[in-house]
């Protein structure tokens, strides 16, 4: 499994201008397996995966429902799953072996496919191969060049939260980046829109009328969020009453409505009703969303790593309960860290800056600096193990540790704290 694993991540990233002219060519080879299944395509800043296990959990209860996801946390595999159940080892290496001839073939002619082309091929030729019912597809970066964008017709385009991310591949705007997410959006293909703002309504707006597309969306005053808290989220929406979520944070709240919108469209198509939908959304968990990893001491991780999820994540952790809250963060270099450590410094009562195994790692002298700048007391430690620990040792009974920042900082956490256990 590591050499089937390790040519898929050895392929890096895209190399000169995005296109889809490269997986095309390699989709090709497998006369296009994205063309044959039933897809659900989602695009967003925020809130893609938690609206993708939303959609699928349910799904699943009554079709072989197949998830394409990133990143992933612990595994390569869970990137490709279906039902719940990520691809095997076996599974995966016969897939690599498919793909390597006809992958080294299109380098020999100058089309050289990234990690993540590679990966999104993969998926799809297995979920044909596997005769999925629907697959819901989640879009690694923007929508408009993103890879998963060689599906000709999706059953269904959905658009999740809009924000300033990723601003040196998607544009320095909200309409510049929304125009990238409404690149998802297909002629005549239904589109269902998480209530963002008025900028990037306005540009789904009229990507809907070029492409004769039903758009649904919906307004938050249409929900009626009766508890959120650190226990559980329960609200009313629309004809859905006492609708309730293990997933924490007001904000899956919403994107649970956005799923609403879906699976109440297409209930029929899928054989689903509403007391199935709501037992399916209640048992839908995200893992690195708000996840807790310990309980003794208390310990929470969160994947927030951008302006919006943080304002999230910090909403949701006022309405806990705790004596003294210890964050435990990194972050990448092309994020918003001074923001991101600002908002951190607000709420912390102890403050441990830490490193990131990554090539896009900010410099961690320079973020321990910046740090202690805005939170005179903060505590850096470079080896994230050992800063973790450090959290869990000044942790008091009533305390609640939280690390956030990054999700390639949370994979290595919960994967230590899994082996710890």
């Not at 690599?96 to 998926?123: C, H, Q, R, W």
Request: hydrophobic content about 40%; aromatic content about 10%.
């Amino acid at each position: 499994m590591d050499e089937a694993t390790n040519f898929v991540l050895n392929r890096g990233t895209s190399k000169g201008v995005h296109t889809l002219d490269k997986i095309r060519l390699l989709l090709e080879e497998f006369d296009n397996p994205q063309d044959k299944i039933r897809t659900i395509h989602i695009a967003g800043t925020n809130g893609k995966g938690s609206t993708t296990k939303m959609i699928a959990k349910v799904l699943a209860s009554k079709n072989k429902t197949a998830t394409f996801t990133s990143p992933y946390i612990r595994r390569i595999n869970e990137a490709i799953a279906i039902n719940g159940c990520d691809i095997s080892d076996d599974e995966f290496i016969d897939l690599v072996k498919k793909i390597k001839k006809p992958i080294e073939n299109l380098d020999n002619k100058g089309y050289y496919l990234s990690y993540f082309e590679v990966l999104t091929a993969m998926a799809y030729i297995f979920f044909y191969e596997q005769k999925v019912d629907v697959a819901i597809i989640e879009t690694g970066l923007g929508g408009l060049l993103d890879c998963t964008n060689i599906i000709k017709k999706p059953l269904a385009s959905v658009i999740t939260t809009i924000s300033m991310d990723h601003m040196n591949i998607l544009g320095n705007s909200i309409e510049e980046i929304a125009y990238q997410k409404a690149g998802i959006i297909k002629k005549d293909c239904p589109v269902f829109i998480y209530p963002n703002n008025q900028i990037a309504m306005q540009v789904f707006s009229k990507k809907v009328d070029e492409t004769n597309s039903a758009s649904f969306t919906f307004n938050k005053d249409e929900v009626n969020i009766k508890q959120a808290d650190d226990k559980a989220n329960v609200f009313d929406f629309r004809n859905y009453k006492d609708v309730k979520l293990k997933l924490l944070g007001k904000h899956q709240i919403y994107n649970a409505c956005l799923a609403l919108l879906i699976l109440d469209h297409f209930k029929k198509d899928f054989n689903i009703d509403e007391k199935i939908i709501k037992e399916s959304l209640e048992n839908t968990e995200n893992i690195g969303r708000l996840t807790t990893i310990s309980s003794n001491p208390r310990v929470i991780v969160d994947g927030s790593h951008n302006k919006e999820a943080i304002d999230a994540l910090i909403d949701t952790i006022r309405n806990f309960s705790y004596d003294r809250l210890i964050i435990g963060f990194s972050v990448l270099g092309d994020k918003d860290y001074e923001y991101i450590i600002r908002r951190l410094s607000e709420i912390a009562d102890e403050l441990v800056v830490t490193s990131i195994d990554n090539p896009r790692a900010f410099d961690f002298d320079e973020l321990s600096k910046i740090t202690k700048e805005k939170f005179k007391s903060a505590i850096a430690i470079e080896d994230n193990k050992k800063a973790y620990e450090y959290s869990k040792s000044i942790c008091n009974r009533n305390d609640l540790v939280l690390w956030c920042g990054s999700f390639y900082l949370i994979s290595d956490i919960i994967s230590y704290q899994s082996e710890d256990q």
